[in-house]
């Protein structure tokens, strides 16, 4: 059975690939590139203090929100509930 974070971390693999597959697309989001680093950074930061955590969460929720067209899509909404998962882990 999978524990709590090997489950995440199974999530957070398809988010990135979405991400990525969204980023081959033309006039895909311009901080795309940085969320999924940031989000490939999450991996690392699994284990890691909630402060360290929040800044993570911060920061990758400031790229996406910051178009509401991007936000409210399919991989706005999936990242943001990616990181809201990464918040309880």
Same mark, same amino acid.
């Given at each position: 059975?999978?524990?709590k974070k %090997?489950? /995440? =971390?199974? #999530? @957070?693999?398809?988010?990135?690939? @979405?991400?990525? !597959? !969204? @980023?081959?697309?033309?006039?895909? +989001?311009? +901080? *795309?590139?940085?969320?999924?680093? #940031?989000? !490939? #950074?999450?991996?690392?930061?699994?284990?890691? %203090? #909630?402060?360290?955590?929040?800044? *993570?969460?911060?920061?990758?929720?400031y790229l996406?929100?910051?178009? =509401?067209? /991007?936000?409210?899509?399919?991989?706005?909404?999936?990242?943001?509930?990616?990181?809201?998962? /990464?918040?309880?882990?």
């Amino acid at each position: 059975m999978k524990s709590k974070k %090997d489950k /995440f =971390i199974t #999530n @957070l693999n398809k988010v990135i690939n @979405l991400a990525r !597959e !969204e @980023l081959d697309k033309s006039g895909s +989001y311009g +901080y *795309l590139p940085e969320i999924i680093e #940031n989000l !490939e #950074n999450m991996k690392q930061r699994i284990d890691a %203090d #909630n402060k360290a955590k929040d800044s *993570l969460i911060g920061a990758i929720g400031y790229l996406v929100t910051d178009s =509401i067209i /991007f936000s409210e899509s399919k991989i706005g909404k999936r990242i943001l509930d990616i990181i809201n998962d /990464f918040s309880k882990t």
